[in-house]
């Protein structure tokens, strides 16, 4: 991801949630997108939101290729959250698709959780991102509720565990919402520069690019503020000047 970012002078990874339609209709479309976009992208994201119609051995394949072609990694946004047998089968189809990284979700723990997704990252050598603080309004439901360290006892956000957690299994990145700067100003002082912060929720739920940026985001995941604009491939270069600018302001660091 970093050098990717470097050599695209971006950090905007492209989620590519396209309304639904006929599956060879959004495959086309995926591809027209990429083509045009690709020069303001660091990365691809995709989700089951495209693997449901299009199936992952039958298209959602050929756009990581394409991805890939381009010069862009590719992220399956898969939150995987199950016991560890089935986590490690998810994400090795992911992997053996193509992609370079899945995201997690913590809160499985990690005997018989993520320890089976981590092991089969290493053995392909590809990545796992996972979730500290999710980008939407009732994250603070989950994320944002107070509880009590299994270790320590102490009460703590449950965002703070899951930082943690990132930093102990050596995540390769760490999903924090766009649209809650404040709180990735505080993860950003746990993880230091040892996890990246991607940021998803800018323009449609509402996030600023510079905020986050400013905060400690080292990647923004922007989805419908691209896909559904009347001139997506303007908006996204738009949005990566924005974005680039901030990060050289920062510290001209990126990771
Ligand atoms: P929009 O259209 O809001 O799309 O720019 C955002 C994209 O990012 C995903 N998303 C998240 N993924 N943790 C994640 O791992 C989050 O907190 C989160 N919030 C949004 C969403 O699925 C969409 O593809």
């Known amino acids: 991801m970093e050098s990717s970012a470097r050599r695209k002078k971006s950090n905007i990874i492209l989620a590519l949630d396209l309304p639904s339609d006929k599956p060879s209709r959004l495959l086309s479309r995926s591809f027209q997108i990429l083509d045009s976009a690709h020069p303001y992208l660091c990365a691809l994201k995709l989700n ?11 298209g959602v394949q050929k756009i990581v290729q394409k991805a890939h072609g381009l010069g862009l990694p590719a992220i399956m946004d898969a939150k995987i959250n199950d016991i560890g047998n089935t986590n490690r089968a998810i994400a090795q189809y992911y992997y053996e698709a193509g992609f370079d990284a899945v995201t997690a979700n913590p809160f499985v723990g990690w005997d018989e959780g993520m320890q089976p997704v981590f092991e089969v990252a290493h053995k392909m050598k590809r990545g796992v991102i996972m979730l500290v603080y999710m980008s939407h309004k009732g994250a603070v439901e989950g994320y944002g509720q107070m509880v009590q360290d299994v270790a320590t006892h102490q009460l703590v956000p449950q965002y703070r565990v899951f930082a943690e ?91």
């Open 48 to 58: 089951r939101q495209a693997v449901l119609p299009i199936g992952l051995f039958n």
């Open 165 to 255: 957690k990132a930093l102990k299994w050596n995540a390769d990145g760490a999903v924090v919402g766009a649209t809650y700067p404040e709180k990735i100003r505080e993860i950003r002082a746990v993880l230091r520069d040892k996890v990246s912060i991607y940021s998803p929720g800018v323009g449609a739920q509402g996030g600023d690019v510079e905020a986050a940026v400013k905060a400690g985001a080292s990647y923004l995941i922007v989805g419908r503020a691209i896909v559904d604009a009347k001139d997506p491939i303007k908006t996204a270069e738009k949005i990566r000047d924005t974005a680039w600018q901030s990060v050289k302001r920062r510290s001209g660091k990126i990771g």
